[in-house]
């Protein structure tokens, strides 16, 4: 997984965005308990790729939920958070640190969205 990760970060942005995308889809279609699973080993794998390729793929990963209907956008973020609570906290401030850059430069329309969608489920996790 982690080769297939690698090669992703290299491929040609319009690719990428391709398989990124059908990948979301996919899980943004599975049972809560599915997606979980799913994202845990995506997210495992993107945690062990240098922060160059990381980043390249949570940009990508980023302006996609942004495209997304707002029902599928939610549970990947929801699942994306929850599986948060597993995860050493020095790598969770690190991916949050590296979503905020990708958000940085998203279109303004795309950033509103993000931006919104972050806050909810911030508030979400606190209550």
């Given at each position: 997984?982690?080769?297939?990760?690698?090669?992703?970060?290299?491929?040609?942005?319009?690719?990428?965005r391709?398989?990124?995308?059908?990948?979301m889809?996919?899980?943004?279609?599975?049972?809560?308990?599915q997606?979980?699973?799913?994202?845990?080993?995506?997210?495992?794998?993107?945690?062990?790729?240098?922060?160059?390729?990381?980043?390249?793929?949570?940009?990508?990963?980023?302006?996609?939920?942004?495209?997304?209907?707002?029902?599928?956008?939610?549970?990947?973020?929801m699942?994306?958070?929850?599986?948060?609570?597993?995860?050493?906290?020095?790598?969770?401030?690190?991916?949050?640190?590296?979503?905020?850059?990708?958000?940085?430069?998203?279109?303004?329309?795309?950033?509103?969205?993000?931006?919104?969608?972050?806050?909810?489920?911030?508030?979400?996790?606190?209550?």
């Amino acid at each position: 997984m982690e080769e297939m990760a690698k090669k992703m970060a290299d491929m040609p942005e319009d690719k990428r965005r391709a398989m990124m995308k059908e990948k979301m889809e996919m899980f943004a279609s599975m049972q809560e308990t599915q997606r979980k699973e799913s994202m845990r080993q995506m997210m495992n794998t993107m945690m062990t790729l240098p922060v160059d390729k990381m980043k390249i793929l949570v940009k990508t990963r980023i302006s996609l939920l942004a495209e997304l209907p707002e029902e599928k956008r939610e549970a990947l973020m929801m699942t994306h958070m929850s599986l948060h609570q597993e995860m050493p906290k020095e790598k969770v401030e690190m991916e949050k640190q590296i979503v905020m850059e990708a958000i940085a430069v998203l279109p303004d329309e795309h950033k509103k969205i993000m931006k919104a969608a972050i806050k909810k489920h911030k508030d979400a996790v606190k209550t």
